[in-house]
T-cell receptor
């Protein structure tokens, strides 16, 4: 199993540009989440999904959009990038049994100029 | 609002010097408290889940404990390879699996 994969690993955007961060998992997990990590602030939940076709907002959803058309994929869209969205983005999937283990991807480092 | 506070922000230990990391939480109906380890440039890696006060979990040199207000991650005789950022998170009552609130982390450095 590849686990949780994210692409790209690093991206530079100009203010106002849009882009999609890709996330895929091959563990057949229903639950998937997107977090951003900023220095000194830990991980903050952006959006999450409880299954294909079902998404909901987390703590910091503004400026981001998600969809979940399949169990495997959970892309995160930046509609109009802003410097405040410079961060490291992590995708995760959760297995409800076995201690609710949440598996994280390797992250996407985004710089918005 | 659910809140998780970790202390200290950074901890420097000598190899073999045991210590503890603290995670204080305020949450509506705790459904689970989680500990993760994060190495630089990588995603967090799951360590433990605790569900109720009094519960303890162990893995190698790490032991996690839980009370009604806080959790401790005890590190016994640490080695340099234990150096990492340790993250604490909670899931509140009535929330979905995978919807976690994280603390800001404790950066642990173990010197040989």
């Amino acid at each position: 199993n590849a686990g949780v994969t994210q692409t790209p690993k690093f991206q530079v955007l100009k203010t106002g540009q849009s882009m999609t961060l890709q996330c895929a998992q091959d563990m057949n997990h229903e639950y998937m989440s997107w977090y951003r990590q900023d220095p000194g602030m830990g991980l903050r939940l952006i959006h999450y999904s409880v299954g294909a076709g079902i998404t909901d907002q987390g703590e910091v959803p503004n400026g981001y959009n998600v969809s979940r058309s399949t169990t495997e994929d959970f892309p995160l869209r930046l509609l109009s990038a802003a410097p405040s969205q410079t961060s490291v983005y992590f995708c995760a999937s959760t297995r409800p049994g076995s201690q609710e283990t949440q598996y994280f991807g390797p992250g996407t480092r985004l710089l918005v100029l | 609002e659910d809140q998780v506070t970790q202390s200290p922000e950074a901890l420097r230990l000598q190899e073999g010097e045991s210590s503890s990391l603290n995670c204080s939480y305020t949450v509506s109906g705790l459904r689970g408290l989680f500990w993760y380890r994060q190495d630089p440039g990588k995603g967090p890696e799951f360590l433990f889940t605790l569900y109720s006060a009094g519960e303890e979990k162990e893995k190698e040199r790490l032991k996690a404990t839980l009370t009604k207000k806080e959790s401790f991650l005890h590190i016994t005789a640490p080695k340099p390879e234990d150096s990492a950022t340790y993250l604490c998170a909670v899931r509140a009552g009535g929330t979905s699996y995978g919807k976690l609130t994280f603390g800001q982390g404790t950066i642990l450095t173990v010197h040989p």
